[in-house]
């Protein structure tokens, strides 16, 4: 599962689509935990896809990942400002790949 403690536990590697990435990042293996507010653990997402059809507000959008060894697409929160912190994503994430901070 995603480290609820990421923020304090890795530092910020890059930025992408306007959020942070949470290194550490080794394309194309090791990919980091994309979003704050709204965090997904690239490296443990499969591509599921429940996150995108239940997020009210349309949070997430996929990004190709071509070669990482989970899935060749994540589940990016693009939209993490938009988040209404109603919690659906976490409870329906069947590998606890996400993690939403309400406050
Ligand atoms: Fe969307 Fe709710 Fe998850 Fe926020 S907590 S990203 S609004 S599903
Ligand atoms: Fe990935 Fe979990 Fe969404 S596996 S696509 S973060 S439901
Ligand atoms: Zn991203």
Known sequence: ???PHFEENRDVAEHHEGHRVWG???EPEKL???GTHVAVDFDIC???GACLEDCPVDVFEWTDTPGHPE???KADPINETQCIDCM???DVCPVDAIDV???
Request: with cysteine; net charge negative; charged share 25%.
């Open 71 to 73: 899935s060749d697409i």
């Open 46 to 48: 499969i591509a599921d």
């Open 32 to 34: 980091g935990i994309h």
């Open 24 to 26: 550490p990042v080794d």
């Open 101 to 103: 901070d309400p406050g």
């Open 1 to 3: 599962a995603i480290d």
């Open 88 to 90: 659906l994503c976490v």
